[in-house]
């Protein structure tokens, strides 16, 4: 069963950089088999994806959010990493990482195992 | 490419048959997924593809496709089936990934 877990900081003042950590177990970044999204979910609103990661550290992101939006992967493969600068309120939000499984052209297909979530506000 | 869910609430008895459409602003593929969201908890993918029900999931859940509109249909509500249901979809050339507004199923 596939675990994912959020870390990091729960309250992260405005205009700095929101840092969070993924963790996935086992070998599965090292297999390539996956890419890793985070999603996150203000307040009483619905999903938003933010973006995508590859094992390699090809990336995709959320127009909307480009240029603020970094994502990496650790040298041990064991962590992806997701980095927001310049936070606002509007960032306030609960931020999930999830898996996302590849069809056989190398597109992304569907989203199947997601983290719990971790709660984020953005306050002075 | 945007997502229009209806209806963003309902409320329906236990064992009622529950239908949820999702649209796309523009013709779509047949690549969308369906998620099931409680609060505090991880969104629990239900079916991808439109209508294939992922492993574990309870096949009162079905999902298809109806010209540029796809529906996620509940046979028989029951109590642990309330929560909030997202429709996803890609846009595979930019690669990116839309979300429906989501509708509040509640008994």
Redesign the interface.
Known sequence: QMRLQESGPGLVKPSQTLSLICSVPGGAIRSGDFYWSWIRQPAGKGLEWIGRITDTGSTNFNPALKGRVTMSVDTTKTQISLRLSYVTAGDTAVYYCAREIISGTMAPYYLDHWGPGIPVKVSS | IQLTQSPSSLSASVGDRVTITCRGSRDITD?I?W?H?KPG?????LL??GSNL?VGVPSRFSGVKSGTQFSLTISGLRPEDVGTY?C?Q?D?V?????????TKVQI
């Not at chain 2, 908890?41 to 993918?45: D, M, R, T, V």
């Not at chain 2, 930019?94 to 989501?102: E, I, K, Q, Y």
């Open positions: 690549f997924s998620f969201h908890k991880a969104p629990k993918l991808f593809d992922e997202y996803q890609y595979n930019a690669r990116t990934v839309f979300f429906g507004g989501g």
